[in-house]
């Protein structure tokens, strides 16, 4: 029998139920002979010791089972806002989700944030509202939630019996339900207009089956989102959401026999050290002993490939399109990277940045050499923690989410590397924008300048996310194609050195969201006309030159410091609106728009980022514990007053005796 696969997320806000599902899952397709329990530390794809401790997921994990002819990928995500960078690796490889609700809890903050992170990517999903045997369970009130804050197409698929009890049920609606068939055919017309007519005209002509394969297609398309009820603990309506993934929810696509094409959406460590690189294939097959290309322009052989099989890892090759396997021998890949040809720009996806930052203190200095090494090994795992080295100060400073990722580096650090740290104070981290043009050249043979090299730059401003771009206008008769090999090559040479100086700006802070451009370009040989004759010019002048001139380029067109914002949504009692408003407006929010909705009053605002925990602090207090603040990263905004500035962890190239100096120290030890 020709098998399919189907490589399948489960999201949720935390606590909803999301683990315990997979378990159930797992257990009711045979992979697993007994359900593990979260509270005990017992599932399976909690595996790490401080997701058992805590209770929580932290990285994400793969199980796997078979429903008829389906084998299923199953990725248990972490349901914490402070890991959300995990959970957005993983969508990018989905075929389909499963979107875990509280039957109690409802609709929550992090639920609509993954659901619409899951409709940009075009993530065909089914809603599983969880707990249906709960004291306050709801089914009426939840599909009110859903349809009115998350997702307004959505189709029952069935109803649930007793809910709030422990025999609380879920049961199918059956073919010949007439209502059922009715709220089918109108929401599937709109997105139909064949199907609308044939209803108008003749609305017994309409088959069942006909309205099934039209909710499969309108599903795919993630037009609709069909909601199952049930229980993960007591496994009720499990067995229809078993039905609806194989029946709902696309199998891979992709020629085993094309090109080699997938993506890295995770990196951990093997029990020897090794690293080992999680893969999704879309296109081609990866075999043992393959030299397969990632990242930019590494290229390595892979020494084993294992792949998911009824919950455990068996170690074979090869791994084809539409599966997904583990990797060996790929020392140099990281989370994020390409296997083979890279899917179009179109298809990936934009992690929002982490916008706190905190410097990591060793409580023994003995263990210093040893905290930069684990760190490092966590950025390969995450590398949106970005690691920052101050050498001269002896500090290491890492990027966060949020102070539950900072808890859970700190265990892991004294876990699983018996490394014991402190922090300092949580703070925010800002950006540099160019505000105006400014041009610098450093001309070859000129008395101030040591290199061999003419380099001339120009920085312009870009619009807000561009990023960096570097372009080259220069006649390539002007580039040391002897030591560049082509003009590709020069680029990319160039292009990290720009990028590399950008990494601290005029006050400290990455710049961003602007255009460099080499305008100027020349070198030495001693063969060269007389203007340019002398020593042969290596990679090193260019290298070294360009942040001399990029500094000074930046500082003509000059910088703003932009702190991060957040676009916040807050429901709050009408009562207390105006006490609400009030703190909002002490705290730096601007645009505020208020609607009212019976008792119920709905403030859309954009704050500060670094505001974000005072209001977070206060709502609870400001509205008897009944507001619900949902927020997310929403760009930069030049801050108000004095921009703050960052302790430089580099020599500053606009202090040229004190960068001089450090290069000629750096070759001495060299």
């Not at 009711?28 to 979260?38: K, Q």
């Not at 300048?449 to 002007?478: E, S």
């Amino acid at each position: 029998m020709l098998r399919r696969t189907l490589n399948l997320g489960i999201l949720a806000h935390v606590d909803a139920g999301k683990t315990t599902l997979t378990e159930r899952l797992l257990y009711a397709a045979g992979a697993i002979d007994e359900i593990g329990s979260v509270d005990a530390g017992t599932t399976r794809t909690d595996s790490l010791q401080l997701e058992r401790q805590r209770g929580i997921t932290i990285r994400s994990a793969v199980g796997s089972f078979s429903i008829d002819d389906v084998s299923i990928n199953l990725i248990d995500t972490p349901g914490h806002p402070d890991f959300i960078a995990e959970v957005e690796r993983v969508l990018s490889v989905l075929d389909g989700a499963v979107l875990v609700i509280s039957a109690v809890e409802g609709v929550q903050p992090q639920t609509r944030i993954l659901l619409r992170a899951l409709q940009r990517l075009r993530v065909p999903t089914l809603l599983f509202v969880n707990k249906i045997d709960r004291p306050g369970a709801g089914y009426d009130r939840v599909l009110e939630a859903i349809s009115g804050r998350l997702a307004t197409a959505i189709v029952p698929m069935g109803r649930v019996d007793g809910p709030g009890t422990r025999a609380a049920s879920f049961t199918p609606w059956a073919a010949d339900d007439v209502a059922f068939r009715t709220r089918l055919t109108e929401l599937l017309a709109d997105q139909n207009d064949s199907l609308l007519a044939a209803y108008v005209a003749d609305e017994t002509a309409v088959t069942y089956r006909r309205l099934r394969e039209e909710l499969v297609a309108q599903t795919e398309r993630v037009l609709v989102h069909p909601v199952y009820f049930g229980s993960a603990i007591t496994g009720a309506g499990v067995a229809p959401l078993m039905a609806g993934l194989v029946e709902l929810l696309p199998a891979a696509a992709g020629d085993a026999d094309g090109p080699v094409s997938g993506q890295v959406f995770k990196v951990e460590r093997g029990s020897a050290g090794e690293k080992l690189a999680y893969v999704r294939m879309f296109s081609g097959t990866v075999r043992p002993r393959d030299r397969v290309r990632f990242g930019p322009d590494a290229e390595e052989k892979v020494t084993a490939v294992s792949v998911f099989d009824s919950a455990a890892q068996v170690r074979r090759g090869p791994v084809c399109a539409g599966e997904i396997g583990k990797l060996w021998g790929l020392g140099g890949v990281r989370v994020g990277d390409p296997i083979g040809l890279p899917r179009a720009v179109a298809e990936q996806h934009h992690f929002a940045p982490p916008t706190l930052e905190t410097v990591v203190s060793v409580r023994r200095p003995q263990d210093r050499a040893a905290l930069r090494v684990a760190l490092g090994q966590l950025a390969e795992q995450d590398p949106l923690i970005n690691v920052r080295q101050d050498d001269p100060r002896r500090e290491i400073s890492v990027s966060l989410y949020g102070e539950v990722q900072k808890e859970v580096i700190q265990a892991t650090l004294a876990n699983d590397y018996g490394i014991d740290v402190t922090f300092r104070e949580t703070t925010t981290i800002c950006v540099e924008r160019p505000v105006g043009t400014g041009e610098a050249v450093e001309l070859l043979h000129a008395e101030a300048n040591p290199f061999l090299a003419t380099v001339g730059l120009r920085v312009d401003p870009a619009p807000d996310g561009a990023g960096i771009d570097f372009r080259l206008q220069v006649d390539f008769r002007t580039v040391p194609l002897y030591t560049f090999r082509n003009m590709d090559s020069f680029t990319d040479v160039m292009r990290q050195s720009v990028r590399r100086t950008l990494q601290e700006g005029l006050f400290g802070w990455q710049v961003t969201d602007c255009v460099v451009t080499m305008i100027d370009c020349n070198y030495s040989s001693p063969d060269g006309p007389p203007a340019t004759r002398g020593p042969l010019s290596k990679a090193a002048d260019f290298r070294k030159l360009t942040p001399l001139v990029l500094m000074a380029a930046l500082q003509r067109a000059g910088t703003v410091v932009c702190e991060p914002i957040a676009r916040v949504s807050l429901e709050v009692p009408a009562g207390r609106l105006g006490t609400v408003l009030a703190v909002l407006a002490r705290l730096g929010a601007a645009r505020q728009r208020q609607s009212l909705q019976g008792q119920l009053a709905t403030i859309e605002t954009v704050l500060p980022a670094a505001r974000m925990r005072d209001l977070q602090r206060q709502l609870p207090g400001l509205t008897g514990g009944e507001g619900v603040l949902e927020s997310r990263f929403d760009g930069y905004q030049p801050v108000r007053g004095d921009p703050p500035t960052r302790r430089r962890t580099t020599t500053n190239p606009l202090d040229r005796s004190e960068y001089l100096m450090h290069l000629t120290r750096q070759g001495a030890k060299g």
